[in-house]
């Protein structure tokens, strides 16, 4: 699957253009797909905390831990997080 994948995005003319390591790999879709679902949840209001755990198992990690580690702090994420504590800690509703 690997190797399909990095001829499509080859033949896509998809490609990293700020020097990292990698090219984009089939494995990034799942680390991409993760965070769009963490900020779905939190445009939605969702319980974040407790929705984690079923993220987690859907993406067969063994413990929350290994989830955390895989979600990238995206500047999406990041707003959506500080809104919904700045509500919180300003004495509004935690959705």
Known sequence: MERIFAKLR???GVKRTD??????????LRHSAAVHRLV???RKGADVQ????????YLGHVD??????????????????????????LGGHND
Do not use: C, V
């Not at 020097?19 to 990034?28: A, E, N, T, V, Y």
């Not at 407790?50 to 198992?57: D, M, R, T, V």
């Not at 929350?64 to 997080?81: C, M, N, V």
């Open 10 to 12: 080859i033949a896509a």
């Open 19 to 28: 020097h990292g390591r990698f090219q984009p790999r089939l494995h990034d």
């Open 40 to 42: 779905a949840w939190y």
């Open 50 to 57: 407790s929705l984690l755990i079923k993220l987690s198992a």
């Open 64 to 89: 929350i831990a290994a989830t955390q580690k895989y979600l990238a702090w995206t500047p999406e994420l990041r707003q959506q997080a500080n809104a919904r504590f700045a509500r919180y800690a």
